[in-house]
């Protein structure tokens, strides 16, 4: 996912120079959002519906001929659009039905509508898409139509803002060395200026604690860099606070080394945050606190939790909604998923488990489905694996929760895949993609 400036055609899964958007969670693989040409094996048609698999935009010059047999007939007058022509060849020139093209004022697509490689007048292509909006900025190479953006890479080089379907505005600020920025508190007040923005981590470790209030912001790992977020200097704090109303989406990024017992990692209060492909471990605190009616959205990501604390922490009227995730508490008295009267997690195709005395989910409103836990958990078609083994992952007590073979086996067939679920796991390896089909739980897909 190419995510580093310069910021080219395209960029991860995680882009927004905004031809792009919408679901498919990812997404993401969160790298380059260019796309790919796809030209027509013949200059006409006589196919009245729109060709799917031609979307580029690509100048192709209409033919008023066909290889397969006559053009459909009309008597409209010359350059009649939509009428009795249709589809592949909707203008009538000349008694027959053409195909759109640039080069005839008779058969140039009129208003917002744009001429696509197979002869229809469609909403847009990949190579122009002017007409799709803040709200609905990426168009669908499939049907050529303006969608809201569902990964980064559908956003140039700024991200999607997930929750919304929107490219984030702004800046887009890169950080590291020979970057735009040294660190990642100065990006984040270049950015702010500027009432929110996009910020491209490239590869290091960033020891730093940073509050984002009130505005939009995303934090990218630059495409294939290793990113790690610590906190171990200066009196105690979150590596990273949410607050004030503002939306954040971290993609990539490890957020690991917090020292302090009393703050977590990650805290959300009265605010929005989206969490994708990261891991968030060994930490002395609380993984991630959610309080005061915040969201956390979680995707494909590993949390691994302290003795005596719960990984994730639900409080105060805040919801959180985990998807294709492996969350392991640890020892004593450790919760992997703890709330409180007023806040509701939901669980999807993930794995929830503890190494400790308090049962792996302590909440109230609470509902799970192909989720694979220590115990049953409250929903559908979840599955029970009784005490954890940690050789069912690479490390446990680090937070890798990438599968060994016996883990593999363990956790195969336990999660669903259904449209909107992501279409790559935390290493950006591709999921089935195809609704209804069986696979491992858990962010670590394993083809």
Known sequence: MARGLPWSTSLFLLCCGCPNPLPSLDDGDGSSGSS??????????????????????????????????????????????????????????????????SDDPL???GGSLVCAPNGACVECTTEEDGGCTVDSPYCDPITNTCIPCSEHEHCGPAACNLFTGACVEGMVVTVGVGQMQPNLTSALTAVSAGGGGTIIVSEGTYNEALVVNGIIVAFLAADGDAVEWQRTMGAGAPQLRVTGGATVLVDEIDLRSNGSLADPAIRVDGAMLWIDRSTIAQNTGVAVRAE??????????????????????????????????????????????????????????????????????????????????????????NSEVMATMTSWFTSYATGDFHLSGSGQ???????????????????????????????????????
């Open 292 to 381: 005061t009616s915040a969201e956390l959205m979680m995707r494909n990501s590993f949390i691994g939790g302290a003795i005596d604390l719960p990984a994730l922490n639900n409080l105060t009227g805040s919801s959180m909604a985990i998807q294709y995730s492996t969350v392991g508490a640890a020892l004593g008295a450790s919760n992997a998923i703890l709330c409180d009267a007023g806040s509701d997690v939901t669980v999807s195709d993930s794995i929830i488990l503890t190494r400790g005395t308090e049962p792996e989910v302590d909440c109230a409103m609470f509902t799970a489905d192909h989720t694979a836990a220590n115990t049953v958990l409250a929903g559908t078609d």
């Open 107 to 109: 058969t140039t697509c």
């Open 36 to 101: 790919t040409t796809i030209s027509e094996a013949s200059t006409s048609s006589t196919t009245l519906e729109p060709d799917s698999t031609s979307s580029t935009g690509a100048d192709e010059t209409t033919s008023h001929s066909s290889t397969t047999g006559p053009l459909p007939s009309c008597d409209e007058p010359d350059g009649t659009f939509g009428e009795t022509c249709t589809g592949n060849t909707p203008f009538c020139v000349g008694g027959e039905c053409m195909r759109c093209s």
């Open 409 to 447: 086996s363990t956790f195969q067939n336990v999660a669903q895949w259904d449209d909107g679920d992501p279409s790559v796991d935390i290493d950006g390896e591709s999921r089935s993609g195809v609704e209804g089909t069986p696979e491992r739980a858990g962010a670590d897909f394993i083809p």
